[in-house]
Every structure is written in structure tokens, then in C-alpha cells.
């Protein structure tokens, strides 16, 4: 299936019984990948364990040997050391299919944080594993053995040697995984590396403790366990705060498109640009342009139709002041007085000029 296509199912939602059904082929896969190593290593099983053995075979007193308790040990400890020899050797396809199955699910930004820790907490896994085989057993050998009681014979059991082997390997491997654990906690926001580095006096304190659970009850392997995974823990800080800076600009990449840059900015912070503009640069500038003169326009008519208004009404109470009289409706009435609108016609009184002629009236003789 090519990547385009992983991406656009990756977009879809599948349902359930689909994710049951990868998962299924996931397990299968590592499953075959695991059994193909053992039957290539079981054949060896024997030559692994002498090879295993060795740092305490070295620093056994001449003479003496290791034994086998049990019926079956002999057969069931070499074959045990070969199917965990083999699950070892399969981590990093293990740890690629585990990946394939959730990365549908991860942003491209994940998927490149993902691949190179993967990488990495294998390489380290192996370095623990490395470092405790080298270095830590035949310190740790040499001690115990030289404590032994006079008159006690040290013959360890091939089984019990074998899960003590195996609890210091898985021990160093993951202690070793100290600077992976701290680069995921720093980004998934968790916590920051200066807060990592003001809890350093708990970390020590921390990593002497667990050097006691996962180590034999001795000083010298519980501080050989410390002691890397202190350094480490530095190291996981320096790395983090690193990757972070990385991470957050490929989140911005990645997340979404970015803001639309505002390219007047420059220009009225005063900050000249001699480059010349791009077609996209210039559409915006004059969108920028466009919308400031259109609100300086509607602001204009805003306060232009105020002032307007206002003029309009001081007219009015001019006029109604200097040439309307007073509207009687609105007056209040006392005492319901007459309506002046009902009021008689001074047309229809009599008129004083027009009195009867006294040259017509009938006069009388005095006589």
C-alpha cells in the first residue's frame, strides 16, 4: 500500500472490527518473527548459555562447576535462553509493528518524532544489556563469590543463574531507556526541563532506590545501576529541550496553514522593505487599503448624517419658537375651558360701523 494511500485511510474512520483485524496481523507478524529467531538460535542453545555463563564460570574456585537441580533443567534452561534470546533480538520489529498499528492514528509530526526514539530506545536496550554483561557481572561476581564462608562450595543452579542473568539484563535495559522516558514526558507537555532539573536531588534519591529493587543486595551493582541512569537522566534533559524547539516548529508546520501574513505591518511600524512585493503580497496590501479606506468612509458618513441631524433640529426649534404660537391642545386645561377652535366667528357680530341711519328716523314736532 503506498504512503498516499496509508494517509487517506488514515483520514477516515474505521470501524472497530477493522482495527481488530490489524491488530490481529500485527500480533501474527511478531509472533512468526519471534518463532523464525528461535528456531535459528535453538539449534545454538547450549553454546549461547556456556557464552552467558561465563562471567561466572571465571570466578568460580577451581573445581567447581555449576549444577542442575531438577530432571528437565537441563533441557528447559538452554531452551528458555534461546526463546528470550530470541524475543531480544526481534525488539526492533516488535517495536515497528506496535508503531505501524497506532500510526494512522498519529499527525506527520508524531509519526517523525516517533521512528527515531524507536530507533534509539533499541540501541539503548542493547547498550544496557551490553553494559551489565561487561562490566557489572564480573564485578558483581568477583564480590559474592569472594564472600563465600570457609568451607562452603559456590555451585549455582543453570535455572537460577539464568532468571538472575535475565532480571539484571531487563533491569539495565530499561534503565537505560531513562533519556527516552524524559524526552516523551517534555513533549506531552507533562512536565518542562528546568522542572527536571530542579527535582534533580529527588531523581538520584530515586535512581539508588530503584538500583536497590532491580540489583542483588549489594552496593556495588545498585550504584553500577545509579550512576548511568543519573547520567542519562541529564542527557534525556539536554536532548528534550532540544526536540522541543524542533517539535513545536514542525507542530506549527504541520497542524494547520499558517495566518495570513500581514504585510502592512512593516509599513506602519514605520520599517521600510526594499523588496519589491509578489502578485499575492500586492492582493493583500490592497485588501488592507480597501478595508481601511472603507471604514474611514462609513466613519465620515457616520459623523456626517449626525451633524446633519443635529442641524435639522436646531432649525425646528428656531422655527417654532420665532413663528408658530403655542399648540393650545397641549396646554393643560383649567377647568375645561372652550375650545379657541369652536370659538364664534367675529365675522358674523354685528358690525358698529353699520348703524341705523338717525337722518331716517322719524322725528318729532316740538310744537
Wanted: glycine fraction near 4%.
Amino acid at each position: 500500500m503506498s504512503e498516499a494511500e496509508q494517509e487517506e485511510e488514515a483520514g477516515q474512520e474505521q470501524p472497530f472490527l477493522t482495527h481488530l483485524i490489524e491488530l490481529r496481523d500485527r500480533l501474527l507478524r511478531a509472533v512468526l518473527a519471534v518463532l523464525v529467531l528461535f528456531l535459528c538460535l535453538f539449534p545454538f542453545a547450549n553454546t549461547i548459555y556456556r557464552y552467558v555463563a561465563d562471567p561466572l564460570m571465571a570466578h568460580l574456585p577451581e573445581g567447581s562447576n555449576m549444577i542442575a537441580i531438577d530432571v528437565a533443567t537441563p533441557f528447559l534452561t538452554p531452551f528458555k535462553l534461546a526463546l528470550v534470546a530470541a524475543i531480544f533480538l526481534a525488539m526492533p520489529y516488535l517495536l515497528y509493528q506496535a508503531w505501524a498499528f497506532v500510526a494512522p492514528a498519529l499527525y506527520r509530526h508524531e509519526k517523525r518524532l516517533v521512528m527515531p526514539l524507536m530507533f534509539t530506545s533499541s540501541v539503548l536496550f542493547y547498550t544496557g544489556i551490553a553494559f551489565a554483561y561487561y562490566i557489572v557481572f564480573p564485578l558483581v561476581f568477583a564480590f559474592l563469590t569472594s564472600t563465600a564462608p570457609e568451607g562452603v562450595e559456590v555451585m549455582t543452579d543453570i535455572n537460577r543463574y539464568l532468571d538472575f542473568v535475565l532480571t539484571i539484563f531487563f533491569a539495565f535495559g530499561l534503565a537505560f531507556e531513562v533519556p527516552i522516558a524524559t524526552i516523551l514526558l517534555v513533549w506531552a507537555g507533562l512536565t518542562t526541563p528546568d522542572s527536571l532539573r530542579a527535582k534533580r536531588p529527588y531523581i538520584i534519591v530515586g535512581a539508588f532506590v530503584v538500583g536497590m529493587f532491580l540489583t542483588p543486595p549489594d552496593i556495588i551493582s545498585q550504584t553500577l545501576l545509579a550512576l548511568p541512569m543519573w547520567i542519562l537522566f541529564e542527557l534525556g534533559i539536554v536532548f528534550s529541550r532540544l526536540y522541543v524547539k524542533k517539535d513545536d516548529d514542525a507542530t506549527t508546520d504541520d497542524e494547520g496553514p499558517a495566518e495570513t501574513p500581514d504585510y502592512g505591518a512593516a509599513d506602519r511600524a514605520g520599517q521600510d522593505s526594499d523588496e519589491p512585493l509578489n502578485e499575492e503580497e500586492m492582493e493583500v496590501e490592497l485588501d488592507r487599503i480597501e478595508a481601511e479606506q472603507a471604514a474611514l468612509e462609513a466613519e465620515l458618513d457616520e459623523l456626517g448624517s449626525g451633524g446633519d441631524e443635529d442641524d435639522d433640529e436646531e432649525s425646528e426649534v428656531i422655527l417654532v419658537d420665532a413663528d408658530t404660537p403655542p399648540d393650545t391642545d397641549l396646554m393643560p386645561d383649567a377647568g375645561e375651558a372652550p375650545d379657541t377652535d369652536e370659538a364664534p366667528d367675529t365675522d358674523e357680530t354685528p358690525d358698529t360701523d353699520e348703524a341705523p341711519d338717525t337722518d331716517e328716523a322719524p322725528r318729532r314736532d316740538p310744537g
